[in-house]
Nanobody, 124 residues
Framework: QVQLVESGGGLVQAGGSLRLSCAAS????????MGWFRQAPGKEREFVAA????????PYTDAVKGRFTISRDNAKEAVYLQMNKVKPEDTAVYYC?????????????????WGQGTQVTVSS
């Protein structure tokens, strides 16, 4: 069973940058598509970005295209989300997820394992 732990969240001013990390243990993520999701207060958890096994496919939700970049390092069992030019509407708890045998999928129900989340707060 894969355990996922997110880190790197915090308070940042609008226009700034943050880099989220997701460390995996208990199994290799090499055969997993990895995704980042977020959940703002009072809203449903939503897709942010995903990455294929080899990192060659990286879909994003329209709201973050051109600002966020997802990447992975399978040797380090880690996935990252570089967040640039952040906006107040990016404020949410960000979750890392792993889906075995998937392509990079925006559907949260397709993912097998989830982390506990890391809070990102963007001040205006």
């Amino acid at each position: 069973q894969v355990q996922l732990v997110e880190s790197g969240g915090g308070l940042v001013q609008a226009g700034g940058s943050l880099r989220l990390s997701c460390a995996a243990s208990g199994g290799t993520i090499g055969r997993y598509a990895m995704g980042w999701f977020r959940q703002a207060p009072g809203k449903e958890r939503e897709f942010v970005a995903a990455i294929s096994w080899y990192g060659d496919r990286t879909p994003y939700t329209d709201a973050v295209k051109g600002r966020f970049t997802i990447s992975r390092d399978n040797a380090k069992e880690a996935v990252y989300l570089q967040m640039n030019k952040v906006k107040p509407e990016d404020t949410a708890v960000y979750y890392c997820a792993a889906g075995y045998g998937l392509g990079p999928n925006p559907e949260k129900k397709e993912y097998d394992y989830w982390g506990q989340g890391t809070q990102v707060t963007v001040s205006s």
